[in-house]
């Protein structure tokens, strides 16, 4: 069954340049790919731990991400 309430990602998998399919599943300490310029950042605070947000559009295939780091950072998103 599909699910038409989610969001849809912008670029679909198979779009995505071989540097972007490569970040998929990483961790918070692996660096963006070259062709990554970041838009834009935020920091958030909680009892449990910090996590920085970093926002990035890849320049080859137009794919954006959210970089998680931090003590509670989930990784690229």
């Given amino acids: 069954m599909e699910n ?3 969001k849809t990602d912008d670029v679909k998998t198979d779009d ?3 540097d972007c399919k490569e970040l998929i599943g ?3 300490y692996t660096p963006p790919h070259k062709n990554l310029v970041q838009t ?3 920091e958030v605070k909680s009892q449990f731990g910090n996590v920085d947000e970093y926002y990035y ?3 080859a295939c ?3 991400w959210m970089h ?4 509670y ?3 690229w998103l």
């Fill in 4 to 6: 038409n309430d989610s």
């Fill in 16 to 18: 995505l340049c071989v």
């Fill in 26 to 28: 990483k961790g918070r």
């Fill in 40 to 42: 834009s950042f935020k």
């Fill in 57 to 59: 559009k890849c320049k």
């Fill in 62 to 64: 137009s794919k954006t």
């Fill in 68 to 71: 998680e780091t931090g003590s």
């Fill in 73 to 75: 950072g989930e990784g």
